[in-house]
C-alpha cells in the first residue's frame, strides 16, 4: 500500500468517501464504519477485468 494513504482523512458516519484505484485490482473505498487512523479498511467497488490470455 502506498505511504500517501496513510494521512486519508477518515470519512463521516453515513457519507460516502473518496474513491482510490489500486493498481490492477480495483477501486476501493474507505470504509465509514470500520475504518480508524492507523487501521484502515477499504471496501472493493469496482474489480478491474481481468481479460488477459482469453
Known amino acids: 500500500m502506498e505511504a500517501g494513504l496513510a494521512g486519508v482523512p ?6 460516502n468517501s473518496t474513491g482510490y484505484q489500486f493498481m490492477r485490482q ?5 470504509d465509514n ?10 471496501n472493493r467497488a ?3 477485468k481481468d481479460s ?3
Open 33 to 42: 464504519r470500520d475504518a480508524a487512523p492507523g487501521h484502515l479498511v477499504f
Open 46 to 48: 469496482v474489480a478491474l
Open 10 to 15: 477518515m470519512p463521516e458516519k453515513g457519507k
Open 52 to 54: 488477459f490470455g482469453k
Open 26 to 30: 480495483g477501486y476501493f473505498c474507505l
